[in-house]
Protein backbone atom coordinates (compact mmCIF):
# COMPACT_ATOMS: atom_id res chain seq x y z
CA UNK A 1 0.00 0.00 0.00
CA UNK A 2 1.17 3.77 -0.93
CA UNK A 3 2.57 5.65 1.90
CA UNK A 4 0.20 8.24 3.48
CA UNK A 5 0.31 11.71 1.69
CA UNK A 6 -2.42 14.17 1.82
CA UNK A 7 -1.69 18.21 1.98
CA UNK A 8 -4.84 19.45 4.15
CA UNK A 9 -5.98 23.09 2.85
CA UNK A 10 -6.67 26.33 4.21
CA UNK A 11 -4.02 25.34 6.80
CA UNK A 12 -3.52 29.40 7.79
CA UNK A 13 -7.77 29.97 7.51
CA UNK A 14 -7.64 27.24 10.08
CA UNK A 15 -5.75 28.78 12.60
CA UNK A 16 -6.51 32.04 12.00
CA UNK A 17 -10.53 31.07 12.73
CA UNK A 18 -9.86 28.86 15.56
CA UNK A 19 -8.24 31.69 17.30
CA UNK A 20 -6.09 28.59 19.31
CA UNK A 21 -5.16 29.54 22.59
CA UNK A 22 -2.45 27.33 24.96
CA UNK A 23 -3.89 24.52 27.38
CA UNK A 24 -7.51 24.48 25.19
CA UNK A 25 -8.79 21.28 23.90
CA UNK A 26 -9.48 20.86 20.18
CA UNK A 27 -10.83 17.98 18.22
CA UNK A 28 -9.87 17.20 14.73
CA UNK A 29 -13.04 15.04 13.73
CA UNK A 30 -11.62 13.93 10.05
CA UNK A 31 -7.94 13.35 11.31
CA UNK A 32 -6.54 12.34 7.58
CA UNK A 33 -2.68 12.60 7.52
CA UNK A 34 -2.77 14.80 10.32
CA UNK A 35 -1.84 18.27 8.99
CA UNK A 36 -4.59 20.47 10.32
CA UNK A 37 -4.00 18.14 13.97
CA UNK A 38 -0.17 19.24 13.54
CA UNK A 39 -0.63 22.82 12.91
CA UNK A 40 -3.01 23.42 16.11
CA UNK A 41 -0.13 21.15 18.28
CA UNK A 42 2.25 23.68 16.83
CA UNK A 43 0.41 26.79 17.38
CA UNK A 44 -1.66 26.38 20.86
CA UNK A 45 1.16 25.29 23.39
CA UNK A 46 -0.05 22.54 26.15
CA UNK A 47 -3.09 21.95 23.95
CA UNK A 48 -4.76 18.12 24.15
CA UNK A 49 -5.58 17.13 20.62
CA UNK A 50 -8.17 14.64 20.19
CA UNK A 51 -8.12 13.21 16.57
CA UNK A 52 -10.98 10.74 15.33
CA UNK A 53 -10.83 9.10 11.53
CA UNK A 54 -12.71 6.21 9.97
CA UNK A 55 -9.66 5.24 8.16
CA UNK A 56 -7.27 3.21 10.20
CA UNK A 57 -4.25 3.71 7.74
CA UNK A 58 -4.66 7.31 8.37
CA UNK A 59 -4.71 6.94 11.75
CA UNK A 60 -1.42 5.28 11.45
CA UNK A 61 -0.11 8.02 9.70
CA UNK A 62 -1.37 10.63 11.98
CA UNK A 63 -0.18 8.70 15.01
CA UNK A 64 3.74 8.94 13.80
CA UNK A 65 3.74 12.22 12.76
CA UNK A 66 2.00 13.50 15.96
CA UNK A 67 4.12 10.83 18.21
CA UNK A 68 6.24 13.71 19.09
CA UNK A 69 3.60 15.37 21.20
CA UNK A 70 2.83 12.29 23.25
CA UNK A 71 0.28 12.40 25.81
CA UNK A 72 -1.21 15.84 24.03
CA UNK A 73 -2.91 13.56 21.49
CA UNK A 74 -5.80 10.53 21.82
CA UNK A 75 -6.66 9.22 18.37
CA UNK A 76 -9.74 7.44 18.02
CA UNK A 77 -10.96 5.22 15.63
CA UNK A 78 -14.20 5.71 14.47
CA UNK A 79 -17.21 8.11 13.15
CA UNK A 80 -17.21 12.44 14.30
CA UNK A 81 -20.52 11.18 13.71
CA UNK A 82 -20.43 9.74 17.02
CA UNK A 83 -18.75 12.55 18.45
CA UNK A 84 -20.28 13.13 21.96
CA UNK A 85 -19.96 8.99 22.60
CA UNK A 86 -16.19 8.98 21.59
CA UNK A 87 -15.73 12.63 23.76
CA UNK A 88 -17.31 10.93 26.83
CA UNK A 89 -14.82 7.76 26.73
CA UNK A 90 -12.24 10.19 26.98
CA UNK A 91 -13.60 12.06 29.56
CA UNK A 92 -13.70 14.90 27.98
CA UNK A 93 -16.92 17.06 28.84
CA UNK A 94 -16.60 20.43 26.30
CA UNK A 95 -14.05 21.42 23.33
CA UNK A 96 -12.13 25.08 22.52
CA UNK A 97 -12.88 24.50 18.87
CA UNK A 98 -13.27 21.86 16.17
CA UNK A 99 -12.38 21.39 13.04
CA UNK A 100 -13.81 19.44 10.17
CA UNK A 101 -12.11 18.43 6.62
CA UNK A 102 -14.60 16.32 4.40
CA UNK A 103 -12.46 16.14 1.82
CA UNK A 104 -11.36 12.31 0.69
CA UNK A 105 -7.26 12.41 1.04
CA UNK A 106 -5.01 12.31 -1.55
CA UNK A 107 -4.02 9.04 0.09
CA UNK A 108 -7.45 7.53 -0.67
CA UNK A 109 -7.52 8.41 -4.00
CA UNK A 110 -4.82 7.66 -5.14
CA UNK A 111 -3.96 4.00 -3.16
CA UNK A 112 -5.80 1.89 -6.12
CA UNK A 113 -7.41 -0.93 -3.94
CA UNK A 114 -9.53 1.35 -2.10
CA UNK A 115 -11.13 1.88 -5.42
CA UNK A 116 -12.11 5.71 -4.61
CA UNK A 117 -10.78 6.83 -8.41
CA UNK A 118 -12.16 5.85 -11.29
CA UNK A 119 -8.89 6.59 -13.01
CA UNK A 120 -7.47 3.13 -11.69
CA UNK A 121 -8.95 -0.28 -12.54
CA UNK A 122 -9.94 -1.53 -8.64
CA UNK A 123 -11.94 -3.25 -6.48
CA UNK A 124 -15.57 -1.08 -6.69
CA UNK A 125 -14.84 -0.55 -2.50
CA UNK A 126 -14.90 2.71 -1.59
CA UNK A 127 -15.20 2.76 1.87
CA UNK A 128 -13.55 5.06 4.79
CA UNK A 129 -13.63 2.11 6.91
CA UNK A 130 -12.77 -0.75 5.35
CA UNK A 131 -13.31 -3.00 8.54
CA UNK A 132 -16.75 -2.71 8.21
CA UNK A 133 -20.44 -1.78 5.80
CA UNK A 134 -21.34 -2.41 2.47
CA UNK A 135 -19.01 -1.49 -0.46
CA UNK A 136 -19.80 0.37 -3.02
CA UNK A 137 -20.39 -3.01 -5.41
CA UNK A 138 -22.80 -4.11 -3.22
CA UNK A 139 -24.97 -0.70 -3.64
CA UNK A 140 -24.43 -1.44 -7.56
CA UNK A 141 -25.43 -4.95 -7.72
CA UNK A 142 -27.98 -5.01 -4.92
CA UNK A 143 -30.11 -1.90 -5.47
CA UNK A 144 -33.09 -1.30 -6.91
CA UNK A 145 -33.01 0.63 -9.85
CA UNK A 146 -35.04 3.46 -8.39
CA UNK A 147 -32.67 3.71 -5.25
CA UNK A 148 -30.20 3.70 -7.47
CA UNK A 149 -31.53 6.53 -9.58
CA UNK A 150 -32.20 8.71 -6.67
CA UNK A 151 -28.52 8.07 -5.24
CA UNK A 152 -26.78 9.70 -8.49
CA UNK A 153 -29.21 11.82 -8.68
CA UNK A 154 -29.70 13.48 -5.33
CA UNK A 155 -25.66 12.52 -4.19
CA UNK A 156 -23.71 12.96 -7.73
CA UNK A 157 -26.38 15.69 -8.90
CA UNK A 158 -26.00 13.84 -12.01
CA UNK A 159 -28.75 14.78 -14.91
CA UNK A 160 -28.32 11.49 -16.63
CA UNK A 161 -29.01 9.53 -13.32
CA UNK A 162 -31.79 7.60 -15.13
CA UNK A 163 -29.72 6.16 -17.79
CA UNK A 164 -26.74 5.20 -15.48
CA UNK A 165 -29.24 3.43 -13.33
CA UNK A 166 -30.76 1.86 -15.79
CA UNK A 167 -27.47 0.64 -17.89
CA UNK A 168 -26.25 -0.66 -14.56
CA UNK A 169 -29.10 -2.84 -14.03
CA UNK A 170 -28.99 -4.06 -17.65
CA UNK A 171 -25.38 -4.86 -17.23
CA UNK A 172 -25.28 -6.34 -13.68
CA UNK A 173 -28.00 -9.09 -14.81
CA UNK A 174 -25.22 -10.21 -17.12
CA UNK A 175 -22.73 -10.44 -14.31
CA UNK A 176 -22.06 -8.40 -11.46
CA UNK A 177 -20.23 -5.31 -11.40
CA UNK A 178 -16.94 -5.41 -9.23
CA UNK A 179 -14.67 -3.22 -10.63
CA UNK A 180 -13.94 0.42 -11.10
CA UNK A 181 -12.99 0.23 -14.59
CA UNK A 182 -16.51 -1.81 -15.53
CA UNK A 183 -18.56 0.62 -14.00
CA UNK A 184 -16.74 3.61 -16.01
CA UNK A 185 -17.34 1.82 -18.75
CA UNK A 186 -21.34 1.39 -17.96
CA UNK A 187 -21.18 5.06 -17.09
CA UNK A 188 -19.92 6.30 -20.65
CA UNK A 189 -21.79 4.04 -22.50
CA UNK A 190 -24.87 5.37 -20.57
CA UNK A 191 -23.97 9.21 -20.87
CA UNK A 192 -24.25 10.24 -24.71
CA UNK A 193 -20.64 11.03 -25.70
CA UNK A 194 -21.91 14.51 -27.49
CA UNK A 195 -23.02 15.52 -23.76
CA UNK A 196 -20.14 14.35 -22.35
CA UNK A 197 -18.48 17.67 -20.20
CA UNK A 198 -14.53 18.76 -21.26
CA UNK A 199 -13.48 20.02 -17.62
CA UNK A 200 -15.12 16.72 -15.58
CA UNK A 201 -14.97 13.17 -16.97
CA UNK A 202 -18.41 11.47 -17.13
CA UNK A 203 -17.94 9.17 -14.16
CA UNK A 204 -17.06 12.03 -11.37
CA UNK A 205 -20.84 12.69 -10.39
CA UNK A 206 -21.50 9.00 -10.10
CA UNK A 207 -18.15 7.70 -8.19
CA UNK A 208 -18.56 10.72 -5.64
CA UNK A 209 -22.40 9.52 -5.04
CA UNK A 210 -21.68 6.14 -4.31
CA UNK A 211 -19.13 7.57 -2.40
CA UNK A 212 -21.48 9.56 -0.25
CA UNK A 213 -23.84 6.58 0.05
CA UNK A 214 -21.54 4.20 0.81
CA UNK A 215 -20.07 6.20 4.06
CA UNK A 216 -23.09 7.87 4.74
CA UNK A 217 -21.33 11.61 4.93
CA UNK A 218 -23.88 13.65 4.73
CA UNK A 219 -26.05 11.69 7.21
CA UNK A 220 -22.44 11.80 9.53
CA UNK A 221 -21.89 15.73 8.59
CA UNK A 222 -25.27 16.60 10.15
CA UNK A 223 -24.91 14.53 13.16
CA UNK A 224 -21.13 14.90 13.52
CA UNK A 225 -21.95 19.11 13.58
CA UNK A 226 -24.69 19.15 16.04
CA UNK A 227 -22.75 16.94 18.43
CA UNK A 228 -19.74 18.99 17.98
CA UNK A 229 -21.26 22.67 18.23
CA UNK A 230 -23.22 20.94 21.33
CA UNK A 231 -20.16 20.17 23.21
CA UNK A 232 -18.37 23.85 22.44
CA UNK A 233 -17.64 26.05 25.34
CA UNK A 234 -18.62 29.43 25.14
CA UNK A 235 -16.44 31.58 22.82
CA UNK A 236 -15.07 27.90 21.14
CA UNK A 237 -15.27 28.05 17.54
CA UNK A 238 -16.31 25.69 14.88
CA UNK A 239 -14.46 25.28 11.36
CA UNK A 240 -15.86 22.81 8.75
CA UNK A 241 -14.01 22.75 5.29
CA UNK A 242 -16.51 21.19 2.40
CA UNK A 243 -15.81 20.19 -1.06
CA UNK A 244 -19.03 20.16 -3.12
CA UNK A 245 -22.21 21.96 -2.62
CA UNK A 246 -24.69 19.21 -0.90
CA UNK A 247 -22.05 19.63 2.59
CA UNK A 248 -21.80 23.10 2.14
CA UNK A 249 -25.48 23.55 1.97
CA UNK A 250 -25.66 21.55 4.96
CA UNK A 251 -22.60 23.14 6.71
CA UNK A 252 -24.15 26.73 6.08
CA UNK A 253 -28.31 25.84 7.33
CA UNK A 254 -27.01 24.07 10.54
CA UNK A 255 -24.71 27.28 11.38
CA UNK A 256 -27.75 29.20 10.64
CA UNK A 257 -30.37 27.67 12.34
CA UNK A 258 -27.87 27.51 15.22
CA UNK A 259 -27.28 31.11 14.99
CA UNK A 260 -31.05 32.22 14.95
CA UNK A 261 -32.34 34.05 17.64
CA UNK A 262 -36.21 34.27 18.79
CA UNK A 263 -39.03 33.09 15.64
CA UNK A 264 -42.02 34.01 17.58
CA UNK A 265 -44.68 35.75 14.93
CA UNK A 266 -43.73 39.59 15.11
CA UNK A 267 -46.95 40.91 15.60
CA UNK A 268 -46.28 39.20 18.94
CA UNK A 269 -45.47 42.14 21.76
CA UNK A 270 -42.87 39.51 23.50
CA UNK A 271 -40.86 36.33 23.06
CA UNK A 272 -42.85 32.79 23.62
CA UNK A 273 -40.43 30.57 22.14
CA UNK A 274 -37.33 32.07 24.00
CA UNK A 275 -35.47 31.04 21.60
CA UNK A 276 -31.66 32.40 21.55
CA UNK A 277 -28.70 32.19 19.08
CA UNK A 278 -26.22 29.51 20.25
CA UNK A 279 -23.35 30.87 17.90
CA UNK A 280 -22.32 33.82 16.13
CA UNK A 281 -21.54 32.98 12.73
CA UNK A 282 -18.07 34.05 11.54
CA UNK A 283 -18.27 34.12 7.59
CA UNK A 284 -21.12 35.56 6.05
CA UNK A 285 -19.47 33.65 2.80
CA UNK A 286 -17.41 31.12 2.61
CA UNK A 287 -13.46 31.05 2.84
CA UNK A 288 -11.39 30.28 -0.60
CA UNK A 289 -8.12 29.20 -1.07
CA UNK A 290 -6.05 31.63 -2.42
CA UNK A 291 -3.90 30.86 -6.06
CA UNK A 292 -0.80 30.11 -4.70
CA UNK A 293 -2.27 27.41 -2.65
CA UNK A 294 -4.21 26.44 -5.39
CA UNK A 295 -1.28 26.19 -7.61
CA UNK A 296 0.41 24.32 -4.94
CA UNK A 297 -2.27 22.18 -4.28
CA UNK A 298 -5.02 21.83 -7.06
CA UNK A 299 -7.86 19.87 -4.69
CA UNK A 300 -8.42 23.18 -2.60
CA UNK A 301 -9.43 25.10 -5.57
CA UNK A 302 -12.89 23.34 -4.62
CA UNK A 303 -12.38 23.93 -0.74
CA UNK A 304 -15.07 26.21 1.02
CA UNK A 305 -14.65 27.21 5.04
CA UNK A 306 -17.37 28.21 7.25
CA UNK A 307 -16.56 29.26 10.95
CA UNK A 308 -18.86 30.17 13.90
CA UNK A 309 -17.99 31.14 17.44
CA UNK A 310 -19.95 29.50 20.96
CA UNK A 311 -22.06 32.12 22.72
Excluded at 5 to 19: G, I, K, Q, R, T
Excluded at 271 to 288: D, E, H, I, N
Aim: hydrophobic share 40%; net charge neutral.
Amino acid sequence: MAAFHHLSVLPDEVVHYLALKPGGIYLDGTLGGGGHAALILEKAPEALLIGIDRDQAALAAAGARLSAHGDRVRLVHGDFAAVAEHLGNLGVAALDGFILDLGVSSHQLDTRERGFSFQQDAPLDMRMDTSSGETAADLVNGLPEQELERIIAEYGEERWAKRIASFIVKERAESLITSTFRLVDIIKGAVPKAKWDERIHPATRTFQALRIAVNSELESLERGMRSALDVLKPGGRGVIISFHSLEDRIVKHIFREYAEGCTCPRHLPVCACGKQPRVKVLTSRPVTAAEAEINDNPRARSAKLRAVEKL
